[in-house]
């Protein structure tokens, strides 16, 4: 039994207590700090058994800086994943485009081949075609460069009207054509556009002059052709006689801008002596060597009057190519030329296709 004279005694001691543990819990919690920043007790030695699944709060990371980013704790970022989005990059740059002109026997184009009957191949390895079209309908870029250089300037009338001709004949909506005129100079006449009385007039306007720069109106058209943007056709259209004399350009610089740009050439020799042994046959040699490796033509006419069949036989050849395009497998190194040949595996036709490419910085 508990006496009147303990129970004031027990009463301030329970008080005591109570403020004691309440002190203990204010000291613990610290209000003004987060709770994963709370003080942690110390627990005794023998404990860490007990108290083995109890929860521990987070610890968090450091932030990273402003505007990088970093991949979470519990999504890393593999390094097959970058390898993987890098790839995809890759992918969308390294996509070649070969416009192909197929032939038959009686040497007219033949549209309506199937995917099945081509193959491409990069040096020597068979690719897998990834883009196919029939008659493709991508929009023509046309750089028509008139020779008007004294050695050709005898027919340069009839050049004139048959370029008038074919400006207005191969003109469809969506493309566009420039004229140049080319002695010693390359001068751009009218800018790229599909107005043709303005074209017409600037092809009947070119002037004479001296000298003949074939290689600089190469690389000075293919560059032109080159800012006009991706996904249209690049045509060059050369009417000239070939007698290279005042190049700035060699003939390395014109191939490798024309291969580079993904430009077509054409070529038509207006041939005023007939005999070779009057004429600089070495320019012909080099406008074939450029104009086969760009997958053009050549055309020699006889005579002026040919050239309206030359630009009906090229107009009809434009509107029936073929668009293949493959990712290259393997990969050649970084600014080099590659070897490309097309083939149609059955039946009796002739391929003409770009015959190598220079790829791109990696």
Request: proline share 9%; net charge negative.
């Amino acid at each position: 039994m508990i006496s009147r004279t303990a129970r004031p005694f027990a009463a301030a001691a329970a008080l005591f207590a109570a403020i004691f543990a309440t002190g203990m819990t204010f000291a613990q919690d610290k209000p003004d700090r987060p709770p994963w920043a709370q003080p942690r007790p110390k627990l005794p030695a023998n404990s860490a058994s007990a108290d083995s699944t109890a929860p521990v709060p987070p610890t968090l990371p450091t932030p990273p800086p402003p505007g990088s980013i970093v991949p979470t704790p519990e999504q890393p970022l593999r390094p097959e994943d970058a390898d993987a989005q890098r790839g995809k990059i890759k992918v969308r740059v390294e996509l070649v485009n070969v416009l192909a002109s197929v032939l038959d026997e009686h040497n007219k184009p033949s549209p309506d081949l199937p995917v099945e009957a081509f193959q491409v191949y990069e040096e020597g390895v068979a690719q897998k075609i990834e883009v196919f079209e029939s008659e493709t309908k991508q929009p023509l870029d046309l750089a028509l460069m008139i020779d008007s250089s004294m050695s050709a300037n005898m027919e340069i009338a009839f050049e004139k009207e048959a370029a008038a001709h074919f400006i207005r004949q191969v003109l469809r909506p969506g493309d566009s054509l420039s004229v140049f005129g080319f002695d010693e100079n390359v001068t751009q006449l009218a800018a790229f556009s599909d107005n043709v009385a303005t074209l017409q007039a600037a092809v009947r306007k070119i002037p004479p002059g001296a000298g003949t720069s074939i290689y600089d109106a190469v690389l000075l058209g293919a560059k032109a052709l080159e800012h006009r943007g991706e996904e249209r056709r690049r045509v060059i259209i050369l009417v000239t006689d070939a007698g290279e004399t005042t190049s700035r350009a060699d003939f390395d610089a014109a191939r490798k801008e024309a291969v580079r740009s993904g430009t077509l050439l054409y070529t038509i020799v207006i041939r005023p002596i007939k005999t070779e042994s009057g004429r600089n046959t070495a320019g012909e040699h080099a406008l074939t060597t450029i104009t086969e490796t760009t997958g053009g033509d050549m055309f020699f006419p006889d005579t002026p009057q040919e050239l309206d069949v030359i630009f009906d036989l090229i107009d009809r050849e434009l509107r029936t190519q073929y668009r293949l395009g493959y990712y290259p497998t393997p990969r050649g190194p970084a600014n080099t030329y590659r070897n490309i040949e097309v083939k149609v595996l059955n039946g009796d036709y002739h391929v003409r296709a770009r015959k190598t490419y220079l790829t791109g910085p990696q």
